[in-house]
DNA sequence: CGAAGCCTTGATGCGCCTCAACGTACGTGG
DNA sequence: CCACGTACGTTGAGGCGCATCAAGGCTTCG
């Protein structure tokens, strides 16, 4: 079993922002920490939400299913973010999968402390809906690139805001922090691995980019960032 | 200028539902009530957020402008919803434009209100969350949409929602309570107005809808869904 | 009555999916 | 530790879906 859990842990993290630390403590002797194997699914589309959950280390893929059967990614989360928060968006079972994308550690409370915690602390709920906005704001973004931007743009993109969320500094550049396979970037931008395969292939020999096994590393990511917006094309 | 506006105007709709009679009264004397005539727009992306409105009676395109010039229709808002609230999702400027598709009535606040809305009426932060989260969801949805389906699939589930949305029954069918035009739906779909018109045509010619200048009705709108699943597709 | 906006329909081409085959790294168990 | 199986990656050939280019007809409104 885990030791006593500390404030330390989420009081700096934007959705407690402005809560008093009885508060914290209160909510915290209420969670149970749970350590995610890489892999592993946390929740899965369809099913009832009983919990909501805060990841506290690691990154996590969403991951929607169509009714044809395709699946699609629209986010990854990175720590210090909550998920799965079902209950506040006024829906009873999961909209997605979430899946480790490396090991994980999060924090999961039952949703019964939901209304609770925003009928107490409306600096809460005012953190959560401006944490959902957000979100919003970046799904529309998203939406309006696969609608009117080409599959290069899209995959540029995809493999920036990655570097940009999770990236770490190297000597040869910035490398994305998990494990991410071709099928993974065709899935975010609704393509094929295939195309994803071919697109970091061409930036390779060309330089922007080095790239192996479910791994991918900027080099020149100004160059990356003109072939996003579409300034710049990737000779075939 | 207007008559004193009455609180059964705002009283049933979801996002005031559960406000005590005073508050609602209080909250309507700080309201401006307005008239939008087709084709005029509300706000404008980009434009500092200093207000937050409820839209009473009409329909309203959302407009998203890439910053390659293209422009993209993520969703029509419908009367008794909130919108423009870019205040409460943490940003100080308005995402995208908001465009009346037929004469509206709206009413207007001042963002100043909002803090105190919130902190004052947990219900009221509550049903917010619950709406903002209903529009995640939704997008989500037409993200994964967009991401896995042909435009054929596309075509159909954007007229569908709209039916379903706005749609009239009428002798002929269900038909779609404003004007919309071929570049309207392609705009929604990420698409041309071309694909559209054909694919409207070839829908005409095997008599599952009847269109005409801006005006699409269902007649088998059993069909069109088979369509959007694509269990069906459209001869050439 | 003219102009502007909306719609239709054809021809053409290309971006990207699909299908196919093979190469390569990983990890697992004997 | 090696051998095998599995998952991931690469690269080619071919074709289709849909954008693009082009031209013309039909409303609606000033």
Not at 1 to 23: G, T, V
Not at 42 to 63: C, K, N
Not at 135 to 144: D, F, S
Request: with cysteine; aromatic share 6%; charged share 20%.
């Amino acid at each position: 079993m885990l030791q006593k859990l500390d404030i330390s842990l989420i009081r700096d993290l934007p959705p407690f922002r402005d809560m008093d630390e009885s508060a914290l403590r209160a909510l915290l002797m209420q969670a149970r920490s749970q350590r995610i194997a890489k892999g592993v699914h946390i929740f899965i589309q369809g099913q009832p939400a009983r919990e909501f959950f805060l990841l506290l280390d690691g990154h996590i893929r969403v991951v929607k299913l169509t009714p044809q059967g395709d699946q699609f990614v629209p986010r990854y989360i990175s720590s210090g973010e909550l998920f799965g928060i079902a209950m506040a968006l006024g829906v009873d079972a999961y909209p997605a999968d979430a899946v480790a994308a490396r090991d994980c550690v999060i924090l999961v409370w039952p949703n019964t402390l939901w209304p609770d915690l925003v009928a107490n602390h409306p600096t809460f709920a005012t953190n959560t809906l401006a944490t959902v906005g957000k979100r919003l704001a970046e799904t529309q973004l998203q939406l309006a690139e696969l609608a009117t931007e080409r599959v290069e743009q899209r995959v540029a993109n995809a493999v920036l805001k990655l570097a940009k969320q999770t990236g770490k500094k190297t000597a040869e550049g910035i490398v994305i922090d998990f494990p991410v396979s071709r099928q993974d970037i065709s899935d975010m931008t609704g393509t094929t691995l295939h195309t994803v395969s071919r697109l970091l292939s061409a930036w390779e020999t060309a330089g922007w980019v080095k790239s192996g096994r479910q791994k991918i590393t900027l080099t020149d990511g100004h160059r990356l960032v003109l072939i996003a917006h579409g300034k710049e094309r990737t000779q075939g």
